[in-house]
């Protein structure tokens, strides 16, 4: 199954592999059974999903676990029922300090490890596990899209987890919280390549911003576009580069179908949001300018300093990469570790149970596709 069998917001080349020529090879020469054994993913997190997908089904076939009562507190009552549940996806959990196990599995979950029993934990900790299982398959699937080999060095953004993680020679070197599109503005599946870096942007304003947007708050407030810093011409409303800029200092450039791009935001704040599902499809970067560096150097720290220097001119300055780097925009609900322990970010698009009813022989028609429309 191709990804834009079921998404239309899906920008995945395709895996360039001759299945059908391959299996006509493997039944001429008798090599079937190795052919299919070589079928699956060779990525390490496939294998690691597998194991999870038979830990989660030994689960369900003993009974799954029990429901959390919602006055259940880590230090008060119901303190049995947690740690039970708790200990059913982490052994560890069956002793030591309540509060740090519940931790721990928010931190798994992509929830904020507060240790609070809030109502987004208490809502993980009592989905079924027939529903985990079906993320497990699921995100099994989306791993039979990806290449059949990474390229060593890579950006990848998890969409569900709202993360980023640079890698070189195939270990993370850099990892930042991300802001991802909202409800209406998904940030979709695709891979781009990443080939300069702008220092300044200067934000054109897209005509659906200027009409949905800036057009009632400019009837509230006359005096909104000075207030903004933006500036009219030729009938184009733009945002020069500045603290204000919605683009931040510093913006990916990286052509693709959809329009988004990295890029920095005046927004800190937001970033230490539990739910960071805020943008217009654009991916908003904590950690933009190490990663701008580690791009244009191959060092975290390295350019940090021309960087500064060049944002305090306020000129729009374009830095061409030295070579491409493949950016990878992906949707991952479900991750899990060597002893298949899994972790379940949130589906914050609901991309999982369209997947499970195409996997499953439904008829799904790809939903229409949103371009970004800025930041």
Not at 2 to 27: I, K, N
Not at 300 to 316: V, Y
Not at 339 to 347: I, L, S
């Amino acid at each position: 199954m191709r990804s834009v069998e079921v998404e239309a917001d899906a920008g995945l080349p395709s895996v360039g592999f001759d299945y059908g020529g391959a299996l006509t090879d493997a039944l001429a020469n008798g090599t079937l059974p190795s052919f299919l054994a070589d079928l699956a993913p060779k990525h390490p997190e496939y294998e690691r999903l597998r194991k999870a997908f038979t830990r989660y089904g030994a689960i369900e076939a003993a009974g799954g676990w029990s429901t959390v009562p919602p006055e259940t507190t880590p230090d008060g009552d119901n303190t049995v029922i947690l740690r039970a549940r708790l200990a059913v996806e982490d052994e560890t959990s069956a002793e030591g300090d309540l509060t740090e196990a519940l931790k721990r599995y928010q931190a798994r979950n992509g929830l904020n490890p507060d240790g609070v029993l809030g109502p987004r934990t208490l809502a993980a900790l009592n989905t079924p596990v027939a529903t985990r299982i079906g993320q497990i398959r699921a995100n099994m699937e989306r791993w039979r899209w990806m290449p059949r080999e990474f390229e060593p060095r890579r950006i990848v953004v998890n969409v569900s987890g709202a993360t980023l993680d640079y890698f070189d020679n195939g270990s993370v070197v850099l990892s930042s919280t991300v802001i991802v599109g909202n409800l209406a503005k998904r940030t979709p599946i695709i891979r781009a390549e990443a080939t300069a870096v702008t220092v300044n942007p200067v934000w054109y304003i897209p005509a659906s911003i200027t009409w949905n947007e800036v057009v009632p708050r400019l009837r509230r407030n006359p005096s909104y576009l000075r207030n903004q810093g933006y500036v009219v011409s030729g009938g184009q409303i733009r945002q020069p580069p500045g603290p204000r800029n919605a683009l931040g200092r510093i913006k990916f450039e990286m052509p693709n179908n959809f329009g988004v791009y990295l890029h920095d935001t005046p927004g800190k704040a937001l970033f230490a949001r539990d739910s960071r599902t805020l943008s217009h499809g654009c991916v908003r970067v904590e950690q933009i300018a190490p990663l701008a560096s580690l791009a244009l150097s191959g060092d975290a720290h390295m350019m940090m300093d021309e960087l500064s220097d060049i944002i305090a001119t306020r000129k729009t300055t374009r830095l061409s990469l030295g070579e491409r780097i493949p950016v990878y925009m992906l949707y991952w609900t479900a991750v899990a570790d060597d002893d298949g322990h899994a972790g379940f970010p949130r589906d914050v698009y609901g991309r999982d149970p369209r997947l499970l009813a195409a996997l499953s022989g439904a008829r799904v028609s790809p939903r229409i596709a949103t371009a970004a429309l800025g930041p």
